[in-house]
């Protein structure tokens, strides 16, 4: 028709529910009025105004909003400013998010190890068995007298963390916790979710399989003394390989505070969960709580075992340098750890341990900061909390809307109008899962208070996600016309394939470039992005970024459609 695209529009290249706000935004342009039109350009159906420039807080460009919240009529859109040209199509209608939101978590079927993956399920991803992960080797550093060095454990199943094959429970505890509380949050909605995975036709929802496949796996990683294994991994990373060619050695590496804990977290979440069905696992919620005490009790008797990677390397061999996951402070760790156990229990003991600590530093959930997660489960079941909890409970909802409120704060006068980028700060390694772990934020001060602010505050993060940001990429593969086509992810280099594996998250505009890679235009914070595989620090894929994706678009689409 004439039109040319123009990248300086910028919006969800997904779309928008009827009822809710539409925002594009424009990047350096002096314009003043835009359109709506049909998406074959055919008809206007929406004249506005475009707002007065204001200066981006990261990049100095100019960007002025368009506002077209009014527009409610179902169909195919595009916005046109006439000097600049035609946004990328978007659609308006009911349940928009809904296909996103099962590929955000059809994803975790794709990172499985252990299993063939038959094109039934995987379609052009299909491919063989690989990584049975029987013959593990307890490393050096992980000896014990009942496990003397030499002793193999069998540990199979469980998600490749990322680009990479190795497993980790640190990151795996905050990817399940997040994916267990999706599902205590809106069960309703996954009565009808399918993801066509292998057991998609039992009688559990589909998310509990999928979590089962690394809920299995983590159990395996339990030491004899209740400690958790840090790591199941490689001595170094792969070359880029297909699964089935990565054959190397595979280490279950020292056990430390954090994963034990964030293990403890996970399994007495499961034990809640599952015990919701009895009939088809009638003792994995019994396993699960054994396994949840025992390794709390380790961590009491354990509580300052760091993972120090480099520390490791000087004192064992074979040296380790695959993802190291290491945290100084196993603080939020306990809180968490204390709080799944609190409520699943119900024993005031747990929560004796961690009521004196509602003072402290909130942080938004990342792998090292895990306390929220902890808040957010004592919301789900303030009903049912007793005690000093129950008398507590006031206080720590207080302290976490306040804590919302700051993210929150001043988001319209920010130049993306989303709560991401209320600071460079926001834009680190795995930025988007920030953003995503900030819209479930959202979901949650929604669900406390109702007020529906809060809800289009989330969807103003999903909007970021999917193409409203300073890059002009939706981060999410095969969602968007600009999307990531050579994530850091060996799953998707290798396969000779050229499209990536869909519905994978993409890390997200990072300045660090730990990469050193060759091809960056910028360092701005927001701006500071590149889609090549080499970028591993803004473009790999990881289990704990698609988690929080899963959760914030299914919540949305769970609470738009009501
Ligand atoms: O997500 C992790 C990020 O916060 C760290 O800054 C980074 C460097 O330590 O590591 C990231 O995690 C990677 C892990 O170590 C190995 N698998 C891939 C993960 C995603 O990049």
């Not at 004192?315 to 340098?321: A, M």
């Not at 942080?363 to 306390?371: A, E, F, G, K, L």
């Amino acid at each position: 028709f004439g039109q040319k695209v123009s990248e300086n529009i910028r919006l969800n290249q997904i779309g928008f529910y009827p009822n809710a706000p539409k925002i594009a935004v424009v990047v350096n342009a002096k314009a003043t009025t835009f359109l709506v039109k049909t998406s074959d350009l055919s008809k206007t159906v929406l004249v506005g105004t475009l707002s007065t420039s204001r200066k981006s807080e990261f990049s100095g460009k100019t960007t002025q909003i368009a506002d077209f919240s009014s527009l409610q009529s179902v169909g195919k859109y595009v916005i046109e400013v006439p000097s600049l040209g035609v946004s990328y199509p978007f659609e308006v209608r009911a349940n928009i998010h809904q296909n996103l939101a099962k590929a955000s978590l059809k994803a975790f079927y794709y990172q499985r190890a252990s299993i063939e993956l038959p094109s039934k399920y995987a379609g052009k991803w299909a491919r063989p068995f690989a990584h049975p992960d029987t013959k593990i080797l307890i490393h050096a550093s992980a000896v014990s007298p009942e496990r003397p060095e030499g002793t193999v454990i069998s540990s199979p199943k469980g998600w490749y963390d990322a680009g990479d094959y190795n497993k980790y429970i640190v990151n795996s505890g905050i990817t399940m916790g997040t994916l267990f509380s999706l599902y205590e949050d809106f069960p309703a909605y996954f009565q009808q979710q399918n993801l066509n995975i292998p057991e998609s036709n039992n009688t559990i929802p589909d998310i509990l399989d999928e979590a089962l496949w690394n809920l299995r796996w983590m159990l395996t990683m339990q030491d004899t003394d209740g400690g958790v294994y840090h790591k199941l991994t490689n001595a170094v990373f792969d070359p880029i390989i297909m699964p089935k060619e990565a054959t190397k050695t595979r280490y279950a590496v020292q056990k430390s505070t954090t994963a034990t804990l964030d293990f403890a977290a996970v399994m007495a979440q499961a034990a809640r969960v599952f015990k919701q069905f009895p009939k088809e696992f009638p003792a994995l919620a019994d396993s699960c709580l054994l396994a949840s005490t025992r390794a709390w009790n380790w961590a009491i008797k354990n509580p300052n075992v760091k993972y120090d990677q480099n520390k490791l390397n000087e004192q064992f061999l074979p040296k380790i340098i695959t993802g190291a996951y290491g945290d100084n402070d196993s603080s939020d760790e306990f809180f968490w750890a204390a709080t799944e156990l609190y409520i699943t229990t119900k024993d005031d003991s747990y929560y004796n341990t961690i009521g004196n600590q509602l003072n402290t530093k909130m942080n938004i959930p990342s792998w090292n900061q895990v306390r929220l997660l902890g808040y957010y489960t004592f919301a789900r079941f303030q009903h049912q909390l007793t005690g000093k909890a129950k008398d507590d409970f006031p206080i720590l909802k207080n302290r976490l809307l306040t804590f919302i409120d700051t993210l929150a704060n001043g988001v319209e006068k920010r130049s993306f109008q989303t709560v991401m980028g209320r600071t460079a700060r926001d834009f680190m390694w795995g930025s988007s899962g920030g953003a995503a772990n900030q819209g479930i934020a959202m979901i949650q001060a929604f669900k406390l208070t109702k007020n529906k602010k809060y809800l289009d505050l989330a969807l103003s993060n999903l909007d970021y996600l999917l193409g409203r940001n300073g890059t002009g990429y939706s981060f999410m593969t095969a969602f968007g016309s600009k999307t990531p086509m050579h994530p850091h992810h060996r799953l998707a280099m290798a396969d000779g394939i050229v499209e990536p594996l869909p519905g994978f998250l993409s890390g997200g505009a990072n300045p660090g470039q730990q990469d050193k890679c060759v091809g960056y235009t910028t360092k701005v914070a927001d701006e500071s992005y590149l889609d090549a595989d080499c970028s591993y620090s803004t473009n790999e894929i990881a289990i704990n970024w698609n988690a929080p994706m899963a959760y914030l678009s299914a919540a949305i689409e769970a609470l738009q459609s009501k």
